[in-house]
């Protein structure tokens, strides 16, 4: 049934944007209203996607997840935030081209 298909989809998705912000507050600290606007710029990336189930659905959001515009997190982080921020982003789009090779995003996918 596609409505519990998509509501599963919609668990995982909630699932690693919550993991991906929770690792990015071990990397540097971040209060509380950071982490809600995070994990929503972070869900937006997420629209139109299914999450497969697995390290690849973990893989594919903490990628999805870099490609949210720099000056989106210029409004909610400071300088040494967005420092550490960008890094992550860095290791996070190391995962393209092993997403690409299992079937998880299509080649154009940025």
Known sequence: NQKRLDELNQRRIESGVRMYVAQMGRLVPLMSDQREKLEELFREQMDGIVLPMGQTGVLLCSYR??????????????????????????????????????????????
């Open 65 to 110: 997840c870099t490609r949210v515009p720099t000056d989106s997190l210029e409004a909610i982080l400071d300088d040494n935030q967005l420092r550490a921020t960008k890094k992550m982003f860095g290791f996070a789009k190391q995962y393209r081209q092993m997403l690409i090779a299992q079937g998880a995003m299509d080649e154009d996918d940025e």
